[in-house]
């Protein structure tokens, strides 16, 4: 049987082993794995809930689900005011964060001259303690979204780089030496070539930092600023407002899993052809 290739397996080097596309699963069973999710997350909510009944758990060590929904509910007013700022820092830190990543993977590919000079001081970074440099940067900075912005970044940077690097680098030879034949330049390389590749390692990378970039915004939050879902949690906790505190781990939980979520939407239209991609359909 004679197999059609896309513009994409052809330019990307994916025509030495084409293998077709796994059916898509019916549409019951995606909604299944949905609901079973769903019901797992409900169980664990009532057993919660009866241990908390049973044992007489003190509120100060572990409130019920039902006290924390009902701070959620009656103290929305003050979450409201919180997670604002959290979302514009991690969204800011997110873009900058995964942005300066992507230039300077770009720019290793380009010279080795540049790798050699900046990536040990991109791992050196890395392995220092983001809480121990964050009064220093919050006394270059000051207080507020630029410190909290530059935290959430400095966060997203080094996985973005890494896998961003590998990416660019695991080009198909082949393809890349008949693009060289065919006289393409360098941003044709790129464009055609490189950059295709690159993007399933760049979107592991994006779901990774979709979730730290938040964390990364209330880390700074606890030092750098005087609002936000970080801050509340740990002023909530300075005042033994303990139902405050879960409803505040509540709302930064779902805000992470929703920015994963997202990312793995925008995957799954972005790059369709890829087998990854494929097999979860």
Same mark, same amino acid.
């Given at each position: ?13 994916? *025509?030495?082993? #084409? ?6 699963? =019916?549409? !019951?069973?995606?909604?299944?794995? +949905? %609901?079973? @999710? $769903? ?108 410190? *909290?912005?530059? #935290? ?6 080094? =996985?973005? !780089?890494?896998?961003?690097?590998? +990416? %660019?680098? @695991? $080009? ?110």
């Amino acid at each position: 049987m004679t197999e059609v290739l896309t513009e994409q397996e052809v330019t990307t080097g994916q *025509t030495l082993a #084409i293998q077709p596309a796994p059916p898509k699963k =019916p549409l !019951l069973a995606r909604l299944s794995g +949905g %609901l079973l @999710s $769903v019901t797992g997350l409900i169980a664990v909510v009532v057993v919660w809930q009866a241990l908390t009944m049973v044992f007489d758990v003190p509120q100060y060590l572990l409130p019920a689900p039902s006290r924390i929904g009902q701070s959620l509910f009656n103290e929305w007013d003050i979450y409201q005011y919180n997670l604002v700022p959290t979302v514009i820092e991690a969204i800011g830190g997110f873009i900058i964060g995964n942005g300066v990543a992507f230039i300077m993977a770009f720019a290793f590919t380009r010279s080795q001259t540049i790798e050699n000079t900046f990536l040990p001081f991109a791992v050196a970074l890395r392995s220092t303690p983001i809480v121990a440099i964050t009064p220093l940067i919050t006394l270059m900075l000051g207080r507020g979204y630029v410190t *909290t912005i530059t #935290i959430a970044a400095m966060i997203c940077f080094f =996985p973005t !780089l890494v896998n961003t690097l590998k +990416g %660019l680098r @695991s $080009v198909n030879m082949q393809a890349l030496e008949m693009m060289r034949v065919l006289a393409a330049g360098e941003w044709d390389l790129f464009w055609k070539i490189r950059f295709p590749t690159s993007l399933p390692y760049v979107f592991s990378a994006l779901r990774i930092t979709a979730t730290a970039s938040v964390l990364g915004a209330m880390v700074a939050e606890w030092l750098a600023a005087d609002r936000g879902l970080g801050f509340l949690i740990l002023d909530a906790s300075f005042r033994v407002r303990i139902p405050l505190v879960w409803g505040g781990i509540v709302i930064t939980t779902t805000l992470a899993v929703l920015a994963f979520t997202l990312v793995g939407f925008i995957e799954n239209k972005v790059i369709p052809w890829h087998e990854s991609v494929r097999a979860e359909e």
